[in-house]
């Protein structure tokens, strides 16, 4: 191993943390930078689902028709800021590009590629990590009314047919059977049982990060204040507090906040923070082994850090507006329509940030403009089903393997 820390990471969400294990356990010596501990971030709050079956684009037609309903309801699963809605124009205008049938099927390909790899990727680092037990076994419900909301859906389900991701479709009383906890009113479900849920996606990520420092890695907690820039890339990082890190590579892996950082490299990048909410139950009086989701209703209840996380929602208003908790509030409703007995005690809200790009598709691969630069990011909502595949194909990249997948559809420059 090089004596010098001469990779640097930044962000220690799931993703960082990924890339910077495998790199550290490759044999590189590598620095993982975050303003905050790890998993602090988006990453402490998310829906701890291994959502391989969720990949498709959401500027797909099923999206677009339910878009103005969304947005005009006050209550709606969509809401943007109308201070905000200016600076959002050349991001819709990207979003609106990225709905042409073709480009559609090209997006939908290039999620698949990723969900396919998952479960190898993630069990592998589950099991060298120790870590399995943090993998539950059930999978997830999405749940209907009747046959019209099925059919709302069925857009969905006929790309995971394309693809062949598994599905069963269930009726009523199937229904109960699973989950006891659910509404007879609700007439119809579609059973995924690879979309598995993590015990705890915070507590994954500061393991994963003490088995990085197990193998040498170290973490620096600071605000990066800038970059020193030479003839063969970046040099070194400027933190707000005068400290300086010398790099030679970086990865740009701080989520959301990424294209502030690209922008700082004067390569910008099409990142907006989609803003989701949660309230985390303690005492919900029900107990439940499936997650579920219910489309009509755009949420999803998790069993997970130790009680019920109820989540969901998109609120664009960028990454400085203070949270709107009242956002975290109409889930919990919504669950209770869909969990009668559910009980709102011992509750917790938070909001957080999810990177999220117009087309849906992570960026991952080398910078177009810094050539020991590489970027790992916008993996909107799927940041914990795709980490150890992400922190995979980054480790192949930046130590000059072959990946196991065509990278041109992640490159940063596509757009």
């Known amino acids: 191993m090089n004596s010098d820390r001469n990779l640097v990471v930044i962000g220690a969400g799931v993703i960082g943390v990924a890339i910077a294990y495998e790199l550290q356990r490759r044999g590189l010596a590598v620095t993982l930078v975050d303003r905050d501990a790890p998993g602090r971030g988006a990453s402490y709050g998310n829906m701890a689902s291994i959502a391989v ?105 006929a790309i995971l047919e394309r693809f062949g991701f598994r599905h069963d479709i269930l009726g009523g009383n199937a229904i109960r059977d699973l989950e006891p906890a659910v509404t007879t009113k609700i007439g119809k479900a579609v059973l995924f049982p690879d979309n598995r849920s993590i015990t705890d996606p915070y507590k994954l990520v500061t393991a994963l990060s003490e088995k990085f420092e197990a193998l040498g890695g170290k973490i620096v907690r600071g605000n990066i204040a800038g970059f020193e820039q030479g003839e063969n890339g970046v040099e070194a990082l400027r933190l707000a507090d005068g400290r300086r890190l010398a790099a030679e590579k970086v990865v740009l892996a701080a989520g ?51 009680g019920i996380r109820v989540g969901g929602t998109v609120e664009m208003a960028g990454l400085d507006a203070p949270p709107d908790y009242r ?4 889930l919990v409703k919504r669950a209770k329509e869909a969990l009668p007995e559910l009980r709102a005690e011992q509750t917790s809200e938070w909001m957080g940030h999810r990177p999220a790009l117009p087309d849906t598709v992570p960026v991952m691969g080398r910078s177009a403009k810094r050539r020991n630069v590489w970027y790992a990011t916008g993996h909107g909502h799927l940041g914990l089903t795709y980490a150890a595949t992400t922190g995979r194909l980054m480790a192949d990249l930046i130590t000059g393997v072959e990946p196991p997948v065509d990278m041109k559809p992640y490159r940063v420059d596509r757009f």
């Open 53 to 157: 079956t969720e990949f498709m684009p959401a500027s797909r037609p099923g999206i677009w028709a339910q878009m103005p309903k969304w947005l005009l309801a006050p209550e709606g699963p969509v809401r943007i800021r109308p201070g905000y809605m200016p600076k959002l124009v050349p991001w819709f205008l990207r979003f609106l590009a990225a709905s042409r049938p073709s480009k559609l099927r090209d997006l939908e390909a290039a999620g698949a590629v990723l969900c396919r790899r998952v479960y190898e990727d993630l069990d592998a680092l589950l099991k060298e990590t120790g870590l399995t037990h943090m993998l539950t076994a059930e999978g997830c419900l999405s749940l209907y009314t009747d046959e019209a909301e099925f059919r709302a859906d069925r857009e969905h389900i």
């Open 256 to 306: 959301a906040f990424t294209a502030r950082l690209s922008a700082m490299l004067k390569e910008p990048i099409p990142l907006e923070t989609e803003r989701g909410y949660h309230t985390q139950i303690m005492a919900p009086h029900i107990s439940m082994r499936h997650s579920i989701i219910w489309p009509a209703r755009a949420f999803m209840v998790t069993p997970t850090a130790g």
């Open 327 to 330: 956002r975290a509030k109409v």
